[in-house]
C-alpha cells in the first residue's frame, strides 16, 4: 500500500497489535491459558474481519453511486468480477 495516511496508520497499528497478542499467547503461563487467548483473539479477529467487509462494500456502493457505474464497469474499476462487484453492492445494502 503506497498510501502514507490514516488507512496506513491504522494498518501499522493492527500489525503491532497483532505482534502484541502472539507474543501474549506465547507467554502464558499454559497451554490452557495460551489457548483461551489465542480463542479471544482468533473472535476478535473475526468480529474485525466482519466489519471491514462491510467497509468495503459500502466503499464499493459509494463509487458506483459517484461515478454512476453500471455492475461490469463498478467490477472494472474496483479489479474484481461483475458477481462480485454485485455480491459487494447487495451485501453492503443488506446492512445500511
Known amino acids: 500500500m503506497t498510501d502514507n495516511g490514516p488507512a496506513a496508520e491504522a494498518l501499522s497499528t493492527l500489525a503491532q497489535a497483532t505482534e502484541l497478542a ?9 497451554g490452557r491459558a495460551a ?13 474485525a474481519a466482519e466489519r471491514v467487509a462491510r467497509l468495503r ?3 464499493a456502493r459509494r463509487t ?3 461515478e454512476a457505474l453500471t455492475l461490469r464497469a463498478l467490477a472494472d474499476r474496483i479489479g474484481v468480477s461483475k458477481s462480485r462487484a454485485e455480491q459487494l453492492v447487495k451485501e453492503e445494502a443488506g446492512h445500511g
Request: aromatic letters at 8%; hydrophobic letters at 45%.
Open 22 to 30: 502472539e507474543t501474549a499467547v506465547s507467554d502464558a503461563a499454559d
Open 35 to 47: 489457548f483461551r487467548h489465542a480463542t479471544e483473539l482468533a473472535d476478535a479477529f473475526r468480529v
Open 57 to 59: 462494500g459500502k466503499a
Open 64 to 66: 458506483r453511486d459517484q
